[in-house]
């Protein structure tokens, strides 16, 4: 059984910092083996893939936060952080952690997911 509990959203000023945390429950060798990825889905939007790490942390990001969104992982704690920087309001969305879509492991239930509000 494999679940995701994201957390660290919150209400921030554009051009703001926010760091995003997903703990994975799961056993240390899935985790350590498996690429993990963030996800954001914006009111009336789909889902998208946003960034990826692969088990020896190479990254992936989309055009709209490349530059300045960073993901990360602590394999000694399960975790995967995204910290996100230079917030503008088009980044308001509910955010998710899964494994990368096409995954053999991804998992179609997803976590409660963590609301992130960019606004003056």
């Known amino acids: 059984q494999v679940e995701f509990v994201e957390s660290g959203g919150g209400l921030v000023q554009p051009m703001g910092s926010l760091r995003l945390s997903c703990i994975v429950s799961?056993?240390?060798?899935?985790?350590?083996?498996?690429?993990m990825s963030w996800y954001r889905e914006a009111p009336g939007q789909q889902r998208e893939l946003i960034a990826t790490i692969s088990r020896d942390e190479s990254t992936n990001y989309a055009p709209p936060v490349r530059g300045r969104f960073t993901i990360s992982r602590d394999n000694r704690e399960n975790t995967v952080y995204l910290q996100m920087n230079s917030l503008k309001p088009e980044d308001t969305a509910d955010y998710y952690c899964?494994?990368?879509?096409?995954?053999?492991?991804?998992?179609?239930?997803w976590g409660q997911g963590t609301q992130v509000t960019v606004s003056s």
């Open positions: 899964n494994l990368p879509r096409g995954n053999p492991a991804f998992r179609d239930d």
């Open positions: 799961a056993t240390a060798s899935f985790f350590r083996q498996n690429p």
